[in-house]
């Protein structure tokens, strides 16, 4: 604490009792640190693009622009399927159409986009109104998790579907949210 805060302090409260090293019983506490450190540089950003290969950078064609290129066609598939797919499902159905997942073979991803399909015509209506999520219908097999329904489908189709499992044609029954964590 300075001296002059301490004089303004026992103007402003004539009773208050002040140390004289600052902190009551320890000394050597009242001294003000005196740091030089030398102020920030602030740099500007720059936007992150990377491109895809030497050819592509040239043209002008980068990342960014498949990103983009991805975007538009999520647009597209939302705005085509929206008229007849379940609004909770519109987005999952669109970006799992566009976008493959990592962990999975083309061939599994493939299966998958034809079984959403397949399902929400048939069950979509449904399954919102029973109110299964996204996630469980569509998220993809991770960490040895099997995914969502239309992942552990198989080829195969919904024969009953209940507010916590659904029955296949083949006589399996697999229950929402089985082994997903």
């Known amino acids: 604490m300075t001296p002059d805060l301490a004089k ?7 009773g208050l009792s002040m140390p ?3 902190v009551a019983h320890v000394a050597g506490v009242a001294a003000v640190a005196r740091y030089a450190g030398k102020p920030q540089k602030l740099r500007p950003l ?3 693009r990377a491109e ?15 990103l983009d290129g991805v975007a538009d066609a999520i647009e597209e598939r939302i705005a085509i399927v929206s008229q007849t ?3 909770p499902y519109v987005d999952t159905f ?3 159409s566009h976008q493959k997942p990592f962990a999975v073979s083309v061939e599994e991803w493939a299966c998958a986009v034809n079984n959403a399909g397949l399902f929400l015509d048939a069950w979509g209506a449904l399954a919102a109104e029973l109110q299964w999520m996204a996630a469980d219908l569509f998220d993809a097999p991770r960490d040895g998790q099997p995914g969502g329904l239309v992942w552990r489908l198989e080829g195969e189709r919904v024969e009953t579907l209940g507010a916590d499992h659904a ?3 083949n006589g399996r029954t697999t229950m929402r949210g089985e082994e997903r964590k």
């Open 8 to 14: 303004r302090l026992a103007r402003a409260y004539p």
């Open 20 to 22: 004289a090293t600052g």
């Open 46 to 48: 720059r936007p992150l």
């Open 52 to 66: 895809i290969d030497k050819g592509a950078k040239a043209e002008g064609e980068g990342v960014a622009k498949a």
């Open 85 to 87: 797919c379940p609004a």
């Open 94 to 96: 669109a970006r799992l």
């Open 167 to 169: 029955r296949l044609t």
